[in-house]
Protein backbone atom coordinates (compact mmCIF):
# COMPACT_ATOMS: atom_id res chain seq x y z
CA UNK A 1 0.00 0.00 0.00
CA UNK A 2 2.16 3.48 -1.24
CA UNK A 3 1.79 6.12 2.02
CA UNK A 4 -0.82 8.53 1.78
CA UNK A 5 -0.33 12.23 1.92
CA UNK A 6 -0.28 14.73 4.91
CA UNK A 7 -3.94 15.31 3.84
CA UNK A 8 -5.48 11.86 3.89
CA UNK A 9 -3.44 10.76 6.60
CA UNK A 10 -5.37 13.17 9.24
CA UNK A 11 -8.44 12.04 7.18
CA UNK A 12 -8.02 9.13 8.08
CA UNK A 13 -7.07 9.77 11.42
CA UNK A 14 -10.04 12.08 12.00
CA UNK A 15 -11.95 9.11 9.98
CA UNK A 16 -11.33 6.50 12.90
CA UNK A 17 -12.77 8.54 15.82
CA UNK A 18 -15.80 7.09 14.92
CA UNK A 19 -14.38 3.40 14.73
CA UNK A 20 -15.48 2.43 18.06
CA UNK A 21 -11.54 0.73 18.69
CA UNK A 22 -10.50 -1.67 22.08
CA UNK A 23 -6.94 -0.94 22.97
CA UNK A 24 -6.14 -4.06 24.32
CA UNK A 25 -4.10 -3.68 27.17
CA UNK A 26 -1.59 -7.29 26.90
CA UNK A 27 -0.56 -6.38 23.43
CA UNK A 28 -0.13 -3.10 23.16
CA UNK A 29 3.06 -2.43 20.70
CA UNK A 30 4.18 -6.23 20.99
CA UNK A 31 4.77 -9.08 18.97
CA UNK A 32 2.61 -11.80 19.98
CA UNK A 33 3.78 -15.51 19.64
CA UNK A 34 6.05 -14.13 16.64
CA UNK A 35 2.71 -12.73 15.05
CA UNK A 36 2.14 -8.98 14.79
CA UNK A 37 -0.72 -7.80 16.87
CA UNK A 38 -2.63 -5.55 16.79
CA UNK A 39 -1.64 -4.21 13.48
CA UNK A 40 -4.25 -1.55 12.58
CA UNK A 41 -8.25 -0.19 13.47
CA UNK A 42 -10.57 -3.07 12.89
CA UNK A 43 -8.56 -5.72 13.69
CA UNK A 44 -11.04 -8.18 15.20
CA UNK A 45 -9.98 -9.99 18.75
CA UNK A 46 -11.71 -12.62 20.93
CA UNK A 47 -12.43 -10.46 23.57
CA UNK A 48 -12.47 -13.32 25.82
CA UNK A 49 -9.81 -15.62 25.03
CA UNK A 50 -7.56 -12.44 25.62
CA UNK A 51 -8.59 -11.40 29.05
CA UNK A 52 -8.02 -15.26 29.71
CA UNK A 53 -4.93 -15.12 28.52
CA UNK A 54 -4.06 -11.89 30.83
CA UNK A 55 -5.46 -13.83 33.69
CA UNK A 56 -3.13 -16.35 33.30
CA UNK A 57 -0.10 -14.82 32.76
CA UNK A 58 -0.83 -11.75 34.91
CA UNK A 59 -3.62 -12.15 37.35
CA UNK A 60 -3.43 -8.18 38.83
CA UNK A 61 -3.01 -6.71 35.22
CA UNK A 62 -6.50 -8.88 34.37
CA UNK A 63 -8.12 -7.50 37.94
CA UNK A 64 -7.40 -3.72 37.39
CA UNK A 65 -8.57 -4.14 33.54
CA UNK A 66 -11.82 -5.43 34.90
CA UNK A 67 -11.81 -3.06 38.13
CA UNK A 68 -11.16 -0.74 34.72
CA UNK A 69 -14.81 -1.80 32.97
CA UNK A 70 -16.64 -1.99 36.87
CA UNK A 71 -16.08 1.56 37.24
CA UNK A 72 -17.32 2.86 34.17
CA UNK A 73 -20.11 0.20 34.09
CA UNK A 74 -19.27 -1.85 31.18
CA UNK A 75 -19.00 -5.80 31.01
CA UNK A 76 -16.76 -7.70 28.48
CA UNK A 77 -19.80 -8.53 26.26
CA UNK A 78 -20.18 -5.00 25.70
CA UNK A 79 -16.31 -4.16 24.66
CA UNK A 80 -15.76 -3.54 20.81
CA UNK A 81 -14.90 -6.47 19.03
CA UNK A 82 -11.66 -4.74 16.78
CA UNK A 83 -8.66 -3.97 18.99
CA UNK A 84 -5.39 -1.51 18.07
CA UNK A 85 -2.62 0.23 19.67
CA UNK A 86 -1.11 3.15 19.49
CA UNK A 87 1.82 2.35 17.02
CA UNK A 88 -0.60 0.39 14.55
CA UNK A 89 -3.14 3.36 14.60
CA UNK A 90 -0.13 5.75 13.36
CA UNK A 91 1.57 2.85 10.27
CA UNK A 92 -2.63 2.52 9.65
CA UNK A 93 -3.29 6.28 9.45
CA UNK A 94 0.09 6.80 7.38
CA UNK A 95 -0.34 3.86 4.93
CA UNK A 96 2.94 2.47 6.02
CA UNK A 97 3.65 -1.37 7.06
CA UNK A 98 4.75 -2.13 10.89
CA UNK A 99 6.07 -4.83 9.76
CA UNK A 100 8.60 -5.34 7.86
CA UNK A 101 9.84 -2.10 7.63
CA UNK A 102 13.31 -0.05 7.15
CA UNK A 103 12.81 0.41 10.73
CA UNK A 104 12.02 -3.29 12.01
CA UNK A 105 9.34 -3.62 14.09
CA UNK A 106 7.52 -0.15 14.06
CA UNK A 107 6.60 0.70 17.53
CA UNK A 108 7.03 4.01 19.62
CA UNK A 109 10.56 3.20 20.63
CA UNK A 110 11.72 2.63 17.04
CA UNK A 111 9.63 5.95 15.69
CA UNK A 112 11.56 8.24 18.54
CA UNK A 113 15.28 6.30 17.66
CA UNK A 114 14.94 6.98 13.81
CA UNK A 115 13.55 10.60 14.33
CA UNK A 116 16.62 11.50 16.54
CA UNK A 117 18.98 9.46 14.65
CA UNK A 118 21.30 10.22 12.13
CA UNK A 119 19.42 8.08 9.51
CA UNK A 120 16.09 8.67 9.59
CA UNK A 121 14.66 6.04 7.67
CA UNK A 122 11.35 6.96 8.03
CA UNK A 123 10.47 10.02 10.12
CA UNK A 124 12.78 13.33 11.15
CA UNK A 125 12.71 15.16 14.21
CA UNK A 126 11.29 18.58 14.16
CA UNK A 127 11.83 21.63 16.98
CA UNK A 128 8.29 22.57 16.91
CA UNK A 129 5.13 21.06 16.14
CA UNK A 130 2.77 21.36 12.96
CA UNK A 131 -0.88 18.95 12.81
CA UNK A 132 -0.27 15.90 11.17
CA UNK A 133 3.32 15.56 12.83
CA UNK A 134 3.96 12.74 15.17
CA UNK A 135 3.83 13.43 19.19
CA UNK A 136 5.96 10.37 20.50
CA UNK A 137 8.01 9.09 23.46
CA UNK A 138 9.79 5.69 24.32
CA UNK A 139 9.76 3.19 26.81
CA UNK A 140 10.31 4.51 29.81
CA UNK A 141 11.28 1.79 31.93
CA UNK A 142 11.16 -2.32 31.65
CA UNK A 143 7.48 -1.96 33.28
CA UNK A 144 4.85 -2.91 30.99
CA UNK A 145 3.19 0.23 32.57
CA UNK A 146 5.96 2.25 30.97
CA UNK A 147 5.49 1.55 27.58
CA UNK A 148 6.17 4.40 24.69
CA UNK A 149 2.87 6.55 23.05
CA UNK A 150 2.23 8.39 20.19
CA UNK A 151 -0.27 9.94 18.41
CA UNK A 152 -0.88 12.81 15.64
CA UNK A 153 -0.87 16.16 16.29
CA UNK A 154 -3.74 17.82 15.68
CA UNK A 155 -3.78 21.34 17.11
CA UNK A 156 -0.68 23.98 17.43
CA UNK A 157 -0.64 26.79 19.20
CA UNK A 158 1.40 30.09 18.39
CA UNK A 159 4.71 28.76 20.12
CA UNK A 160 4.66 25.73 18.13
CA UNK A 161 3.84 23.77 20.62
CA UNK A 162 0.93 20.66 20.16
CA UNK A 163 -2.16 20.94 21.98
CA UNK A 164 -4.48 18.55 20.95
CA UNK A 165 -3.56 14.90 19.52
CA UNK A 166 -5.50 12.22 17.63
CA UNK A 167 -4.36 9.18 19.66
CA UNK A 168 -5.04 5.16 20.54
CA UNK A 169 -5.04 5.13 23.89
CA UNK A 170 -6.27 2.49 26.99
CA UNK A 171 -7.41 5.78 28.55
CA UNK A 172 -9.53 7.39 26.30
CA UNK A 173 -11.95 3.99 26.55
CA UNK A 174 -12.99 5.86 29.56
CA UNK A 175 -13.74 9.26 28.45
CA UNK A 176 -17.75 9.49 28.61
CA UNK A 177 -18.62 9.62 24.78
CA UNK A 178 -21.21 12.46 23.65
CA UNK A 179 -25.08 11.51 23.71
CA UNK A 180 -25.62 8.74 21.10
CA UNK A 181 -21.64 8.00 20.55
CA UNK A 182 -19.54 5.14 21.80
CA UNK A 183 -16.95 4.79 23.55
CA UNK A 184 -13.47 4.63 21.54
CA UNK A 185 -9.68 4.13 22.95
CA UNK A 186 -8.95 6.44 19.68
CA UNK A 187 -9.93 9.90 20.47
CA UNK A 188 -8.56 13.43 19.92
CA UNK A 189 -7.65 14.96 23.49
CA UNK A 190 -5.25 17.33 24.99
CA UNK A 191 -1.66 16.13 24.82
CA UNK A 192 -1.18 15.57 29.09
CA UNK A 193 0.05 12.36 28.82
CA UNK A 194 2.79 13.69 26.90
CA UNK A 195 3.50 16.51 28.25
CA UNK A 196 4.49 15.00 31.38
CA UNK A 197 7.36 12.72 29.67
CA UNK A 198 10.79 14.64 29.20
CA UNK A 199 11.35 12.48 26.25
CA UNK A 200 8.77 13.60 23.77
CA UNK A 201 9.84 15.06 20.84
CA UNK A 202 7.97 16.00 17.84
CA UNK A 203 8.67 13.75 14.06
CA UNK A 204 7.38 14.14 11.02
CA UNK A 205 6.84 11.75 8.46
CA UNK A 206 9.12 11.76 6.02
CA UNK A 207 7.34 11.65 2.95
CA UNK A 208 5.27 14.75 4.57
CA UNK A 209 8.46 16.63 4.37
Same mark, same amino acid.
Given at each position: ?? $? ?6 ? /?? %? @??? &? ?6 ? *? ?25 ? $? ?6 ? /?? %? @??? &? ?6 ? *? ?33 ? /? ?100
Amino acid at each position: MP $AFSLDQTM /DR %A @RGA &LAMPTLYW *LDAGGLKDGGRAMPTRPGEPTDVKRRL $AEMQAKDP /DK %A @RKY &LEGLARIG *LTIEQLPRETCDCSGFVTWALGIARNPSPIGWVNT /DAMHEDARGRQNKLFVRLEQARIGALIVYPRQGPASEQVGHVGFVSEVDAQGRATRVIHCSPHNFEIEPAAGGERNAIAETDTAIFDKVEATIYALFKAHA
